[in-house]
């Protein structure tokens, strides 16, 4: 702007124009220069103010966003969501069954608000999974699935370690058939995939077991519908998973959850110990503890949030963090899209601060110390038969070999809940399921039962405590063949070693930790090798996780073990475990107790 002023002042110099030009263009120079000494400012891309025309401009302000992201900063999946919210692509599947068609990329993504995966190159077809709020599930039911199974899919149907029921090898045509049929049976699969809040977990013992606080049933469910009525619940950064833990036998794993609920209780002798007594307003009764950022595949269990919640709060604190994560999560970058990054970013003080704004009512913030913890789950207990708090009951822990069930056997198994208990099936984290209301005098029917059919219910036999994700046969992130090993292993290990207490053995394909490797006790993360030339299938070897008062996260000791090699190599170290262990010391305890240099020397010998 300075220049161009000096040369028109030389232009006028020059005489080049008459005495009322000279003097019109010399008020105009003036008046250019009085303006040239106020300063440019701008809004530039990022949202930030510059002095720099070229990079910025007023309009930029009026740029559109999504959650308060620029559009043109989207990832490639959020941008779709802008485009559609992913719950209006039911035309899109009507369209697609019509012509039997399977979806692109894009409608692959949206597919799965409705629970259909697309899973190819590892299968051409669609996966549908369910929803099954609390593990719950009727006799009827369950032979429904296996009805679906047998006339949609591949007459097979898994368990998830979400106390999900998935279905395979569905045709596009299929497509809308499935889905009204799942409706009718009572069920949904709406929002069990993608960037959704998950199937709700509770403890499968909710309702029956003598040693729980509180059954959590109630509030699984509530939230659940919750979920599925409001909209904006559907349109989060990356998936969330939420569970209830009532203080039973059975493990919830709700440290490894976004968010999990776990019941405590205060006694007027807890909150003396702790030192708030009379500083704060809670009173002696069972509460919520609030856990967050649980995310093993990261590495990562849940953290206390440091508030105590009244159970019937508990809806609305979930309602209310998952919306702050929606408005706030990063949708820039899928790979750090979880809750746990948000926290990273902010700290949980802030995020509690913004979930407080979204409720009508005070989160009470109280000290761990102030609460009496649960009773340590059973170590196992989703596996045998154990008593019900209801008199002369039982209910069985069946062992589903890494979740998989025939539709002969999905039918056998409702018989048994029919004939022998009270058509009520609950579904576990663990990838089995609990046969519920057995009187005792039909335990040993149902376990003969169970035995012909191809199950059984012994928590020391090793393939009691396989845990495997889809695998490479179903799922195309994945390396290996998870389920197809984790059998292999677990019947040659079951052949050879003989345990007395139970074990995890958890297989998944790829780093996503679908089987949550990192809390086994033997974890085993499915991997690629190059062997003379060719890409063969291996495993990392990670031990001493756990969960619950065992929580921690594994150790990674070997590397690249083949998967053919991998069976000798589980046995060696079970010997070595169950010769040198002190007492009755368990294998998490064993190896904790050493370190991975130690480890790798014992086991390798």
Excluded at 311 to 316: D, L, M, R, T, Y
Aim: hydrophobic share 40%; proline share 5%; glycine share 10%.
């Amino acid at each position: 702007m300075n220049r161009a002023l000096i040369d028109m002042a030389r232009v006028l110099d020059q005489g080049a124009f008459t005495s009322e030009q000279k003097e019109y263009l010399a008020g105009l120079l003036a008046g250019v220069a009085q303006r040239a000494q106020y300063p440019f400012v701008g809004l530039t891309t990022e949202g930030t103010l510059t002095d720099d025309p070229a990079q910025g401009g007023a309009n930029l302000a009026d740029r559109p966003t999504f959650h308060g992201t620029p559009v043109e900063e989207l990832c490639k999946q959020e941008r779709w969501k802008f485009e559609e919210h992913g719950l209006d692509c039911w035309d899109r599947i009507l369209a697609h069954a019509e012509a039997n068609r399977f979806p692109d990329e894009e409608n692959t993504f949206r597919f799965r608000f409705y629970g259909l995966f697309y899973v190819a190159p590892a299968q051409n077809s669609l996966m549908l999974r369910c929803r099954i709020p609390a593990g719950e599930l009727t006799a009827a039911q369950l032979k429904g699935l296996a009805d679906l199974a047998d006339e949609f899919g591949d007459g097979r149907a898994a368990i998830t370690t979400r106390s999900n029921i998935q279905i395979r090898q569905i045709q596009p045509k299929d497509m809308v058939q499935v889905l009204i049929r799942l409706q009718g049976l009572g069920l949904t699969s709406k929002g069990a995939g993608v960037d959704n809040v998950r199937n709700i977990t509770a403890s499968p013992t909710a309702g029956i077991d003598p040693q729980e606080l509180l059954d959590v049933r109630p509030y699984a469910h509530a939230l659940h519908h919750y979920i599925l009525n409001h909209r904006d619940l559907y349109d989060l950064p990356r998936k969330f998973n939420v569970a209830f833990e009532g203080g039973g036998a059975i493990d919830t794993l709700s440290d490894t959850n976004d968010l999990g609920f776990l019941a405590v209780r205060v006694t007027e002798q807890s909150l003396q110990r702790s030192g708030v007594a009379g500083t704060t307003a809670v009173s002696p009764g069972v509460y919520f503890r609030v856990r967050v950022c649980g995310i093993t595949g990261h590495k990562q269990l849940a953290q206390d949030a440091g508030i105590l919640i009244p159970p019937q709060q508990s809806v609305a604190v979930a309602a209310a963090m998952i919306r702050v994560f929606a408005e706030h999560g990063d949708r820039t970058n899928r790979q750090r899209a979880r809750l746990k990054y948000l926290v990273d970013r902010w700290g949980l003080d802030r995020f509690l601060e913004e979930t407080q704004k979204q409720l009508a009512f005070p989160l009470v913030r109280v000290p761990l110390e102030a609460c009496e913890l649960p009773p340590p789950p059973v170590r196992h207990g989703h596996i045998g038969v154990y008593r019900q708090k209801q008199k002369g009951l039982n209910y069985i822990g069946v062992v589903i070999p890494v979740g998989l069930m025939s539709s002969r056997q999905m039918r056998r198994l409702t018989e048994l809940a029919t004939h022998y208990g009270s058509g009520s099936i609950r579904l576990t984290p663990w990838q089995n399921l609990l046969l519920v209301d057995i009187p005792d005098a039909y335990v040993e029917t149902v376990k003969r039962g169970l035995v012909r059919m191809g199950f059984h219910y012994e928590a020391t036999n090793v393939l009691g405590g396989l845990v495997a994700c889809t695998g490479s046969k179903g799922c195309k992130y994945a390396a290996t063949d998870t389920k197809g090993h984790a059998v292999a292993v677990g019947q040659w290990l079951s052949q050879r070693v003989s345990l007395d207490l139970p074990m995890n053995i958890h297989f998944t394909g790829c780093p996503h930790s679908c089987a949550q490797h990192y809390i086994g006790d033997i974890g085993l993360q499915g991997v690629k090798v190059t062997l003379q030339g060719e890409s063969v299938e291996a495993y990392n070897v990670v031990v001493g996780g756990g969960t619950g008062p065992a929580a921690g996260i594994g150790r990674q000791l070997f590397s690249g073990i083949l998967a053919t090699e991998l069976p000798r190599l589980l046995e060696r170290m079970l010997r070595v475990y169950l010769e040198r262990r002190r007492g009755g010391e368990s294998f998490v305890d064993f190896t904790r107790r050493h370190e991975l240099k130690e480890l790798q020397e014992m086991f390798s010998s």
